[in-house]
């Protein structure tokens, strides 16, 4: 039987590992590098490098950086698009790797992307020991690993 096909919503390489790990068990797993909420431009370039490094056929959408005012916007914005691409190409399915991170909520990422489209795959990619998991396999591939989350707000 054939797999069904998975658009996977990133905005870093290293969250993406053990995302694509465990999605692509099940799933034709297609990474999707949407990163305009990432400030200042030269660390979007240092991402998009790496997501490059780790997947060289990603689809990346051009930078064209915006600032939300709150995390739930950012994450409503970000899987809105994804949520768009997956219905214009033709996805099965699409999740996102943000919940691997121990610093951003996956019930509410969860709860978002449900109510945004009825093929979004809710995901808790931290549990299992999955964010140390995505630490170890950053590590083994070289992968950039940043220090926050990359809007403005929190820039360090």
């Known amino acids: 039987m054939e797999k069904p096909n998975l658009l996977l919503s990133i905005c870093c390489a290293p ?3 053990v995302a694509i790990e465990e999605l692509s068990k099940e799933y034709n797993v ?5 990163g305009n909420n990432i400030h200042p431009e ?5 991402r998009l490098d790496a997501v490059l490094k780790l997947d060289p056929t990603a689809v990346v959408i051009p930078y064209q950086p915006f600032s939300p005012k709150s995390c739930q916007r950012c994450f409503e914005t970000r899987l809105r698009v994804s949520a768009e691409y997956t219905k214009m190409f033709g996805f099965d399915f699409f999740a996102t790797s943000l919940t691997t991170s121990p610093h951003k909520d996956a019930d509410l990422i969860n709860k978002i992307g449900a109510m945004i489209a009825g093929n979004y795959l809710p995901t808790d990619f931290k549990k299992n020991d999955g ?3 995505s630490v170890e396999l950053s590590k083994q591939l070289g992968l950039y690993r940043q220090n926050f989350c990359g809007c403005q707000r929190n820039h360090v």
Do not use: I, P, S
């Open 30 to 34: 297609t990474v999707f590098f949407w």
């Open 42 to 46: 030269d660390e979007y370039r240092k």
């Open 131 to 133: 964010f140390n998991r």
């Open 15 to 17: 969250c993406a590992t």
